[in-house]
């Protein structure tokens, strides 16, 4: 390794000192006003700290041929057009930079330091370049060239005994903010540009129309800085700035409010993402993009030489642009693509959720079904248990009974059949209430349940498949509840406009653990009370009818199907 790379490296591992050199040098490039060689050449020294200095490129980092033509043609113009407007545009620059810099230091010794980096550089703007340009010498004032020559240097000696902070010296140590730095490059650019026009205009002197510039500018700052902030009655600046920023103008508002009503209107997922993503094709970057989701993919518009991939949970997506993104840019996208992915989940579950729909209306009619079944197999083994225990002198009524019987268990086991062939339909239709009354009494005569003594209006219609669901939950679990309570009593009444249907037992109380998911969700019970009732409230709600807990102490347990237009609400139980 040489003396010279040495020397670099040392310099690049001390970026305190290396800004005071950079400044150092600078000095001795202003102060060489007489000798135009000697200033050159100490301007391209302070050019190569600078490059060593800067925080946008490592300089480990090798440089291309490219890199080294911009190198060169900067020399190349430096030796072309070196002069004072040169050094000034050199110095706003490095003012910029530094100022830029100010921004993200917390520790105030090393923000004290940039200070007054930043400090020398005005003043050897404002003192020392400005004055060089003006044409009239008259004008500029008192000069304070030596003032300058041999007073500024004590900045950089201030520099060197300013403690700093330990990531201060570490290379790319100094993040700078290229937002605050082109506003105060144009700033110091409006400074500057604003003295000579007052100097021209006006004729002023020269530190007369500086301190014009400076209260001009100071005025416009306090009027934005007024005008940024929302207030009662005004909505700040700030709020076009920032939604101007989020949205780069109106190709994104478009492809959102695109996204938005196409989310509203199309249902398949598939379909959705393919058609939002093809929808990037009207933004003003975009030539293509291919995408792939779960098992499914795709493309739209074109390849092109410049791609950037945003990958999310299903959604790939490469998207193929005019030109090479910028942070800003790819920050946007990555959002619009979160955006899509997000629509097409939502999407994926709402399908899913169709699905477990399905399933739970088919699970809910099996159930139902089942339940039904279990009803007629009771009934047909009441039929059998008589059967058997009907002796030769009752063979008369058991033939009587059959008769009467058989038909009805028919009749129910195709309804349950028409109801497993069109699960959402109501199979059953309507029968008069007299006439359905009449067959709960024959069908239930030998089993000791009362039926109420009733005059039932001959218009009235009950729907079948409603009131035989119900009556035969109900009937079942109270006479399943007797086998544990012997001396049970099972009554069973109908209003005359067959508005409310109520069966009550003489038996126990339900317990209080029950009664919160009674009729709610489907219970585990040895002794009916299960799903059976969970479904027939259910379909009762269905049919616009009420199945709810009337009555429950103990003697007196009541069940009641209630028509929602002249019953109240459902009670707590």
Same mark, same amino acid.
């Given at each position: 390794?040489?003396?010279?790379?040495?020397?670099?490296?040392?310099?690049?591992?001390?970026?305190?000192?290396?800004?005071?050199?950079?400044?150092?040098?600078?000095?001795?490039?202003?102060?060489?006003?007489?000798?135009?060689?000697?200033?050159?050449?100490?301007?391209?020294?302070?050019?190569?700290?600078?490059?060593?200095?800067?925080?946008?490129?490592?300089? #480990?980092?090798?440089?291309?041929?490219?890199?080294?033509?911009?190198?060169?043609?900067?020399?190349?113009?430096?030796?072309?057009?070196?002069?004072?407007? *040169? %050094?000034?545009?050199?110095?706003?620059?490095?003012?910029?930079?530094?100022?830029?810099?100010?921004?993200?230091?917390?520790?105030?010794?090393?923000?004290?330091?940039?200070?007054?980096?930043?400090?020398?550089?005005?003043? @050897?703007?404002?003192?020392?370049?400005?004055?060089?340009?003006?044409?009239? @010498?008259?004008?500029?004032?008192?000069?304070?060239?030596?003032?300058?020559?041999?007073?500024?240097?004590?900045?950089?000696?201030?520099?060197?005994?300013?403690?700093?902070?330990?990531?201060?010296?570490?290379?790319?140590?100094?993040?700078?903010?290229?937002?605050?730095?082109?506003?105060?490059?144009?700033?110091?650019?409006?400074?500057?540009?604003?003295?000579?026009?007052?100097?021209?205009?006006?004729?002023?002197?020269?530190?007369?129309?500086?301190?014009?510039?400076?209260?001009?500018?100071?005025?416009?700052?306090?009027?934005?800085?007024?005008?940024?902030?929302?207030?009662?009655?005004?909505?700040?600046?700030?709020?076009?700035?920032?939604?101007?920023?989020?949205?780069?103008?109106?190709?994104?508002?478009?492809?959102?409010?695109?996204?938005?009503?196409?989310?509203?209107?199309?249902?398949?997922?598939?379909?959705?993402?393919?058609?939002?993503?093809?929808?990037?094709?009207?933004?003003?970057?975009?030539?293509?993009?291919?995408?792939?989701?779960?098992?499914?993919?795709?493309?739209?518009?074109?390849?092109?030489?410049?791609?950037?991939?945003?990958?999310?949970?299903? *959604?790939?997506?490469?998207?193929?642009?005019?030109?090479?993104?910028?942070?800003?840019?790819?920050?946007?996208?990555? *959002?619009?693509?979160?955006?899509?992915? #997000?629509?097409?989940?939502?999407?994926?579950?709402? /399908?899913?959720?169709?699905?477990?729909?399905?399933?739970?209306?088919?699970?809910?009619?099996?159930?139902?079904?089942?339940?039904?079944?279990?009803?007629?197999?009771?009934?047909?083994?009441?039929?059998?248990?008589?059967?058997?225990?009907?002796?030769?002198?009752?063979?008369? /009524?058991?033939?009587?009974?059959?008769?009467?019987?058989?038909?009805?268990?028919?009749?129910?086991?195709?309804?349950?059949?028409?109801?497993?062939?069109?699960?959402?339909?109501?199979?059953?239709?309507?029968?008069?209430?007299?006439?359905?009354?009449?067959?709960?009494?024959?069908?239930?005569?030998?089993?000791?349940?009362?039926?109420?003594?009733?005059?039932?209006?001959?218009?009235?219609?009950?729907?079948?498949?409603?009131?035989?669901?119900?009556?035969?939950?109900?009937?079942?679990?109270? %006479?399943?509840?007797?086998?544990?309570?012997?001396?049970?009593?099972?009554?069973?009444?109908?209003?005359?406009?067959?508005?409310?249907?109520?069966?009550?037992?003489?038996?126990? @109380?339900?317990?209080?653990?029950?009664?919160?998911? %009674?009729? $709610?969700?489907?219970?585990?019970?040895?002794?009916? %009370?299960?799903?059976?009732?969970?479904?027939?409230?259910?379909?009762?709600?269905?049919?616009?009818?009420?199945? $709810?807990?009337?009555?429950?102490?103990?003697?007196?347990?009541?069940?009641?199907?209630? /028509?929602?237009?002249?019953?109240?609400?459902?009670?707590?139980?």
């Amino acid at each position: 390794m040489t003396l010279l790379e040495r020397m670099a490296g040392a310099l690049r591992q001390r970026q305190r000192w290396l800004l005071i050199a950079l400044l150092g040098v600078l000095h001795l490039a202003l102060s060489a006003d007489t000798d135009p060689a000697f200033g050159m050449l100490c301007w391209l020294v302070d050019v190569g700290l600078f490059i060593l200095w800067q925080p946008f490129i490592y300089a #480990e980092r090798k440089m291309d041929f490219s890199g080294l033509t911009v190198i060169a043609l900067v020399v190349v113009g430096g030796f072309v057009f070196y002069g004072w407007w *040169l %050094l000034i545009v050199w110095v706003v620059m490095l003012a910029a930079l530094v100022g830029g810099r100010v921004m993200f230091i917390d520790h105030r010794p090393t923000r004290i330091f940039y200070l007054i980096a930043f400090a020398y550089l005005l003043a @050897a703007l404002l003192f020392w370049l400005v004055p060089k340009v003006v044409a009239s @010498a008259a004008l500029v004032g008192p000069s304070l060239d030596r003032e300058f020559a041999f007073g500024m240097p004590l900045f950089l000696l201030v520099m060197t005994l300013l403690p700093l902070s330990p990531d201060s010296d570490r290379p790319g140590g100094g993040m700078v903010d290229l937002f605050y730095s082109l506003f105060i490059f144009l700033l110091i650019a409006v400074l500057v540009l604003g003295s000579l026009a007052f100097m021209l205009l006006r004729q002023l002197a020269y530190l007369e129309a500086v301190l014009y510039t400076l209260l001009s500018i100071a005025l416009l700052l306090l009027l934005i800085g007024w005008t940024w902030n929302t207030r009662p009655g005004f909505t700040g600046i700030d709020v076009f700035f920032s939604r101007y920023l989020l949205s780069i103008g109106l190709p994104f508002e478009n492809w959102l409010h695109r996204l938005t009503t196409l989310a509203g209107s199309e249902t398949d997922p598939e379909k959705f993402l393919a058609q939002a993503l093809a929808e990037m094709l009207d933004l003003p970057w975009v030539e293509g993009g291919v995408w792939t989701a779960a098992a499914r993919s795709g493309a739209f518009g074109t390849q092109s030489r410049f791609c950037h991939e945003f990958s999310g949970r299903p *959604l790939r997506l490469t998207l193929h642009t005019r030109h090479k993104l910028s942070p800003a840019l790819i920050w946007h996208f990555h *959002l619009l693509a979160q955006l899509a992915n #997000e629509h097409y989940i939502a999407k994926l579950r709402a /399908r899913e959720l169709q699905q477990v729909g399905y399933l739970r209306a088919i699970h809910e009619t099996g159930a139902r079904l089942t339940h039904d079944v279990k009803n007629l197999l009771q009934s047909l083994n009441n039929l059998c248990y008589l059967a058997q225990t009907t002796g030769a002198q009752d063979g008369r /009524r058991l033939e009587t009974m059959l008769q009467r019987q058989l038909p009805q268990i028919t009749q129910r086991l195709q309804q349950t059949l028409a109801k497993l062939q069109k699960p959402q339909s109501e199979a059953g239709g309507l029968l008069p209430a007299t006439m359905w009354w009449k067959i709960q009494q024959q069908r239930y005569a030998d089993l000791s349940v009362r039926f109420a003594m009733v005059e039932l209006d001959p218009d009235v219609l009950v729907p079948t498949a409603l009131f035989d669901s119900v009556a035969d939950n109900l009937l079942q679990n109270a %006479l399943l509840k007797r086998q544990s309570e012997s001396d049970l009593q099972v009554a069973v009444t109908l209003a005359a406009d067959a508005s409310v249907l109520s069966v009550c037992d003489t038996g126990s @109380a339900i317990r209080e653990e029950l009664l919160a998911d %009674l009729l $709610r969700a489907p219970l585990a019970s040895e002794s009916g %009370l299960g799903i059976g009732l969970y479904h027939a409230a259910r379909q009762a709600e269905a049919s616009d009818h009420e199945l $709810r807990l009337a009555c429950n102490e103990p003697g007196k347990v009541c069940f009641e199907l209630r /028509r929602r237009d002249h019953g109240t609400a459902a009670s707590g139980a």
